[in-house]
Protein backbone atom coordinates (compact mmCIF):
# COMPACT_ATOMS: atom_id res chain seq x y z
CA UNK A 1 0.00 0.00 0.00
CA UNK A 2 1.35 3.69 -0.57
CA UNK A 3 0.28 6.24 1.14
CA UNK A 4 -0.06 9.98 0.28
CA UNK A 5 -0.32 12.70 2.36
CA UNK A 6 -1.46 16.36 1.08
CA UNK A 7 -0.82 18.82 3.27
CA UNK A 8 -0.83 22.98 2.96
CA UNK A 9 -3.20 25.03 4.52
CA UNK A 10 -6.62 25.69 5.40
CA UNK A 11 -8.54 25.92 1.95
CA UNK A 12 -5.48 25.72 0.16
CA UNK A 13 -6.97 23.00 -2.23
CA UNK A 14 -5.96 19.47 -0.31
CA UNK A 15 -9.12 18.06 -0.52
CA UNK A 16 -9.72 19.35 -3.90
CA UNK A 17 -6.61 17.39 -5.32
CA UNK A 18 -7.51 14.29 -3.00
CA UNK A 19 -10.71 13.80 -4.66
CA UNK A 20 -9.36 15.07 -8.21
CA UNK A 21 -6.54 11.64 -7.70
CA UNK A 22 -9.84 9.74 -6.38
CA UNK A 23 -11.48 10.11 -9.56
CA UNK A 24 -8.99 8.80 -11.86
CA UNK A 25 -7.60 5.97 -9.62
CA UNK A 26 -11.30 4.42 -8.52
CA UNK A 27 -10.86 1.87 -6.45
CA UNK A 28 -7.57 2.04 -6.73
CA UNK A 29 -7.15 4.67 -4.11
CA UNK A 30 -9.33 5.65 -1.24
CA UNK A 31 -9.06 8.79 1.12
CA UNK A 32 -8.74 9.26 4.69
CA UNK A 33 -9.49 13.07 5.91
CA UNK A 34 -7.45 14.01 9.07
CA UNK A 35 -10.42 16.52 9.97
CA UNK A 36 -12.85 13.89 11.02
CA UNK A 37 -10.29 12.77 13.85
CA UNK A 38 -10.56 16.29 16.01
CA UNK A 39 -11.80 15.50 19.38
CA UNK A 40 -14.95 15.31 20.58
CA UNK A 41 -15.83 18.21 22.27
CA UNK A 42 -19.62 17.35 23.66
CA UNK A 43 -18.62 18.01 27.42
CA UNK A 44 -18.35 21.91 26.75
CA UNK A 45 -21.05 24.42 26.73
CA UNK A 46 -21.14 25.57 22.22
CA UNK A 47 -20.04 28.55 23.15
CA UNK A 48 -16.99 27.28 24.59
CA UNK A 49 -16.67 25.04 22.00
CA UNK A 50 -16.18 27.52 19.63
CA UNK A 51 -13.40 29.05 21.54
CA UNK A 52 -11.23 25.99 21.17
CA UNK A 53 -8.27 26.48 19.06
CA UNK A 54 -8.81 23.71 16.08
CA UNK A 55 -5.65 24.73 14.53
CA UNK A 56 -3.29 23.00 17.09
CA UNK A 57 -2.30 19.79 17.14
CA UNK A 58 -3.66 18.83 19.94
CA UNK A 59 -6.74 19.26 18.65
CA UNK A 60 -6.61 16.30 16.84
CA UNK A 61 -6.83 12.70 18.25
CA UNK A 62 -3.62 12.07 16.04
CA UNK A 63 -3.26 8.59 18.38
CA UNK A 64 -6.16 7.00 16.47
CA UNK A 65 -5.59 8.51 13.42
CA UNK A 66 -1.95 6.73 13.10
CA UNK A 67 -3.26 3.82 14.65
CA UNK A 68 -5.78 3.68 11.05
CA UNK A 69 -2.74 4.02 9.17
CA UNK A 70 -1.42 0.79 10.28
CA UNK A 71 -4.01 -0.61 9.91
CA UNK A 72 -4.34 0.81 6.60
CA UNK A 73 -0.88 -0.14 5.75
CA UNK A 74 -1.48 -3.90 6.62
CA UNK A 75 -4.40 -4.06 3.66
CA UNK A 76 -7.56 -3.66 5.71
CA UNK A 77 -10.25 -0.97 6.22
CA UNK A 78 -10.55 1.06 9.08
CA UNK A 79 -14.06 2.87 10.70
CA UNK A 80 -13.14 6.50 10.18
CA UNK A 81 -15.23 8.64 12.59
CA UNK A 82 -17.13 11.49 11.45
CA UNK A 83 -16.92 15.16 12.52
CA UNK A 84 -19.81 17.57 12.42
CA UNK A 85 -18.08 20.81 11.87
CA UNK A 86 -21.11 22.96 13.08
CA UNK A 87 -21.59 21.40 16.24
CA UNK A 88 -18.00 20.30 16.68
CA UNK A 89 -18.96 16.96 17.66
CA UNK A 90 -17.68 13.56 16.35
CA UNK A 91 -21.30 11.91 15.42
CA UNK A 92 -22.27 8.49 15.72
CA UNK A 93 -21.55 7.32 12.39
CA UNK A 94 -18.09 5.82 10.72
CA UNK A 95 -17.20 5.90 7.33
CA UNK A 96 -15.46 2.64 6.12
CA UNK A 97 -11.76 3.43 4.39
CA UNK A 98 -10.02 0.82 2.27
CA UNK A 99 -8.25 -1.17 1.71
CA UNK A 100 -6.46 0.48 -1.21
CA UNK A 101 -4.29 -0.22 -3.01
CA UNK A 102 -3.13 3.50 -2.27
CA UNK A 103 -4.49 5.48 0.23
CA UNK A 104 -4.18 9.46 0.29
CA UNK A 105 -4.93 11.58 3.66
CA UNK A 106 -5.08 15.52 3.67
CA UNK A 107 -5.27 17.49 6.83
CA UNK A 108 -3.92 21.01 7.17
CA UNK A 109 -1.58 19.69 10.30
CA UNK A 110 -0.66 16.16 8.70
CA UNK A 111 3.09 17.19 8.74
CA UNK A 112 2.89 18.32 12.44
CA UNK A 113 3.27 14.61 13.52
CA UNK A 114 6.15 12.98 12.94
CA UNK A 115 4.87 9.23 13.71
CA UNK A 116 2.32 10.68 10.55
CA UNK A 117 5.22 12.07 8.42
CA UNK A 118 7.12 8.38 9.16
CA UNK A 119 4.29 6.51 7.74
CA UNK A 120 4.17 8.58 4.71
CA UNK A 121 5.67 7.45 1.11
CA UNK A 122 5.01 10.73 -0.59
CA UNK A 123 4.63 13.81 1.17
CA UNK A 124 2.43 17.04 -1.35
CA UNK A 125 2.29 20.43 -0.50
CA UNK A 126 -0.22 22.58 -1.59
CA UNK A 127 0.24 26.50 -1.22
CA UNK A 128 -2.02 29.05 -1.68
CA UNK A 129 -1.76 33.09 -0.18
CA UNK A 130 -2.96 33.42 2.65
CA UNK A 131 -5.93 35.90 1.32
CA UNK A 132 -6.94 33.23 -1.24
CA UNK A 133 -7.30 30.62 1.57
CA UNK A 134 -9.30 32.98 3.98
CA UNK A 135 -11.97 33.88 1.02
CA UNK A 136 -12.31 30.35 0.38
CA UNK A 137 -12.78 29.47 4.17
CA UNK A 138 -15.16 32.31 4.16
CA UNK A 139 -17.31 31.00 1.40
CA UNK A 140 -17.06 27.41 2.57
CA UNK A 141 -17.86 27.78 6.24
CA UNK A 142 -20.82 30.25 5.80
CA UNK A 143 -22.29 27.91 3.38
CA UNK A 144 -22.06 24.24 4.55
CA UNK A 145 -20.66 25.27 8.89
CA UNK A 146 -23.20 27.27 9.46
CA UNK A 147 -20.38 29.93 10.29
CA UNK A 148 -21.30 34.11 9.77
CA UNK A 149 -18.57 35.62 7.79
CA UNK A 150 -17.58 37.81 10.39
CA UNK A 151 -16.94 34.34 12.94
CA UNK A 152 -14.74 33.36 10.57
CA UNK A 153 -12.50 36.23 9.63
CA UNK A 154 -12.21 36.57 13.02
CA UNK A 155 -11.05 33.11 13.68
CA UNK A 156 -8.82 33.23 10.77
CA UNK A 157 -6.70 35.90 12.49
CA UNK A 158 -6.84 34.57 15.90
CA UNK A 159 -5.93 31.14 15.69
CA UNK A 160 -6.01 29.80 11.78
CA UNK A 161 -3.32 32.10 10.68
CA UNK A 162 -0.58 32.13 13.29
CA UNK A 163 -0.92 28.46 13.74
CA UNK A 164 -0.03 28.05 10.21
CA UNK A 165 3.16 30.02 10.25
CA UNK A 166 4.47 27.25 13.36
CA UNK A 167 2.46 24.12 12.41
CA UNK A 168 1.77 24.09 9.05
CA UNK A 169 3.59 26.67 6.27
CA UNK A 170 7.48 25.17 8.16
CA UNK A 171 6.64 21.42 6.96
CA UNK A 172 6.53 22.79 3.49
CA UNK A 173 10.54 22.04 2.91
CA UNK A 174 10.02 18.48 4.06
CA UNK A 175 7.08 17.79 0.77
CA UNK A 176 8.82 16.06 -1.96
CA UNK A 177 6.14 17.51 -4.29
CA UNK A 178 5.01 21.20 -4.17
CA UNK A 179 1.77 22.05 -6.12
CA UNK A 180 0.35 25.50 -6.48
CA UNK A 181 -2.92 25.57 -5.25
CA UNK A 182 -4.44 28.56 -7.43
CA UNK A 183 -3.26 26.43 -10.86
CA UNK A 184 -5.10 24.04 -12.83
CA UNK A 185 -6.10 21.03 -9.97
CA UNK A 186 -5.24 19.04 -13.33
CA UNK A 187 -2.02 19.30 -13.00
CA UNK A 188 -1.44 18.88 -9.59
CA UNK A 189 -3.04 15.32 -10.26
CA UNK A 190 -0.99 14.66 -12.98
CA UNK A 191 2.19 15.82 -11.38
CA UNK A 192 0.94 13.17 -7.98
CA UNK A 193 0.17 10.29 -10.35
CA UNK A 194 3.61 10.74 -12.27
CA UNK A 195 5.57 10.72 -8.65
CA UNK A 196 3.12 7.67 -7.99
CA UNK A 197 4.39 5.86 -11.31
CA UNK A 198 7.76 6.53 -10.04
CA UNK A 199 7.39 5.18 -6.62
CA UNK A 200 5.80 1.78 -8.43
CA UNK A 201 9.06 1.53 -10.82
CA UNK A 202 11.36 2.13 -7.69
CA UNK A 203 9.66 -1.15 -5.75
Not at 31 to 54: K, S, T
Not at 149 to 160: I, L
Request: net charge negative; glycine share 8%.
Amino acid sequence: MTLVGIAGGSCAGKTTLAEGLASRLNDRLAVLQFDHYYRDHGHLPMGERALVNYDHPDSLDGQLFVTHLDVLADGRAVEAPVYDFATHRRTSATDQVGPSPVVAVDGILLLAFPAVRRRLDLVVYVDAPAEVRLERRVARDVAERGRTEAGVRAQFAATVAPMHERWVAPFAQEADLLVDGLADPEQAIEAVLGCLAELATGR
